[in-house]
Structures are given as C-alpha cells and as structure tokens.
C-alpha cells in the first residue's frame, strides 16, 4: 500500500494491523512491536506508527511502550467495522477544493477589474485626443 492508501483507507490498514498482530503473536508468544508489524506489512514505520496511534485514539489497540519496545495489545477488534470503509476526501483535499473555488472568484474579479481599467484608458485617450484636436483648432484661428 501507498502512504496514501494507508492514510486515506485506515479500515483496511486498521484490518492488516490487527491480522498481522495475532500471527506474529502466535507466531513468537508475545505481543508483537509495531516495527515487526511494518516489517510484516512493509509498512515504512512512519505509517506503521500513524496507522497504530489512529487505531489507539479508537479504542481498537493499546500501545505499550516497555523495556523490550513498543507492543502492540488487542482491544476491541470490533471498533473497526465503526470507521469509513474506502477512502474518504481529506480536510487538505477539502480545503484545496474551496481555495481553487476562491481562487477563480477572484481571477474573475481581476479579469473584470482589467476590462474596466482596459474601457477607461480607451475613453481617457479618446479625451485626450479631442482635447488636442480642440487646441490644435483654436491655435489655427
């Protein structure tokens, strides 16, 4: 899995975390580390730690930090089936979205602000022009 994935769907990743836990438990009789965790997962063990701290704050694992590392415990495996299945839009993507939206409001506010600026030079010269022409007029008298 990407970074993305792992952060965009943390149903599965939660579901991967808590399988690979029970087998490397069973597998050694002791609760396992988060690092064996990523090692099994290759999860890089940033994301290992950001899946497990998101899983902690549900109420779904315990991390314990102790003399032989950081173990993971099992609690209520159940939560999981509480949180979004698939991916869900990011506050980021969220606020992106409502920048861009922003963003054009104001090109446009720029490109009207232009046609006004553009329509006065127009008619300042137009003026300018027939002031000249009104001197040049008076001077042929």
């Not at 597998?27 to 396992?32: D, K, L, M």
């Not at 104001?106 to 003026?127: H, M, N, R, Y």
């Amino acid at each position: 899995m990407q970074h993305n994935e792992i952060i965009g769907n943390i149903y599965a990743s939660a579901h991967l975390v808590v399988s690979a836990a029970r087998v490397l438990e069973y597998q050694q009789g002791v609760p396992p580390s988060v690092e064996q965790v990523c090692e099994m997962l290759r999860f890089t063990p940033e994301q290992g730690y950001l899946v497990c701290r998101r899983m902690k704050a549900l109420g779904i694992i315990d991390i314990v930090e102790g003399a032989f590392g950081t173990r993971i415990y099992i609690g209520d495996h159940l939560k999981i089936e509480a949180i979004p299945k698939g991916k869900k839009e990011s506050d980021l993507a969220k606020d992106l979205a409502a920048f861009q939206t922003s963003r054009k409001g104001i090109f446009e506010k720029v490109e009207s602000f232009k046609t006004q600026q553009e329509e006065k030079k127009k008619s300042l010269f137009a003026d300018l022009e027939k002031q000249l022409k009104e001197n040049l007029e008076k001077k042929k008298r």
